[in-house]
């Protein structure tokens, strides 16, 4: 199976600053078909994951610009260009090439200082 | 606008059964791929099963397979999830989530505890 390791474990960030999270897999996420399958998802608190991130860098319907994914073959980030109250929660990455099953990373909890 | 509602879960003892629905509404279910995605409690996110959208193709995580059966019924826009010899492991709020490659909508969950 794939192993998804993200980092750091948790993040606490003031308002209006960036924030970065890292997301490594074991193999590469790079397909034949020139995609890379690595998706980015948020839990706030109290709700399921919502789609932040498709294949590495789209943005999902109605995600904000302030949310950026990059990278490739088995190194992955995800950038908040400017953290705001309501982006509170967990962010986990995840990978779709090598399935079944499809693996999540363990998750990284971010906090409003 | 998609919407996915999932039911069926409960309290259930060790070796139980028990068998989770999930009713979606929006879209075009199916042609949909489906997967039903667990959480433990304060844990983080594990795919349990996916399934095509004829039905043909279902795979599951080793964890369940030979335990869980997944299936959809596509007159009635609804996919389901069969839990025999259920484990206190088990226990956690179950997703039905809409595609297993793309995952774009996720249900609330509906919480399976497994306890004597």
């Known amino acids: 199976d794939i192993v998804m390791t993200q980092t750091p474990l948790s993040l606490s960030v003031t308002p209006g600053q960036p924030a970065s999270i890292s997301c490594k897999s074991s193999q590469s996420l790079l397909h034949s078909d020139g995609k890379t399958y690595l998706y980015w998802y948020l839990q706030k608190p109290g709700q399921p994951p919502q789609l932040l991130i498709y294949?590495?860098?789209n943005r999902f319907s109605g995600v904000p610009d302030r949310f950026s994914g990059s990278g490739s073959g088995t190194d992955f980030t995800l950038k908040i260009s400017r953290v705001e109250a309501e982006d509170v929660g967990m962010y986990y990455c995840m990978q779709s090439l090598h399935l079944p099953p499809l693996t999540f990373g363990g998750g990284t909890k971010v906090e409003i200082k | 606008e998609v919407q996915l509602v999932e039911s069926g879960g409960g309290l259930v003892q060790p070796g139980g059964s028990l068998r989770l629905s999930c009713v979606v509404s929006g879209g075009t279910f199916s042609s949909a791929e489906m997967s039903w995605v667990r959480q433990a409690p304060g844990k983080g996110l594990e795919w349990v099963s996916g399934?095509?959208?004829?039905?043909?193709?279902?795979y599951y995580a080793d964890s369940v397979k030979g335990r869980f059966t997944m299936s959809r019924d596509n007159s009635k826009n609804t996919l389901y999830l069969q839990m025999d010899s259920l484990r206190a492991e088990d226990t956690a709020i179950y997703h039905c989530v809409r595609g297993w490659e793309l995952l774009d909508y996720w249900g609330q969950g509906t919480l399976v505890t497994v306890s004597s």
């Open positions: 294949e590495v860098s």
């Open positions: 399934i095509s959208g004829s039905g043909g193709s279902i």
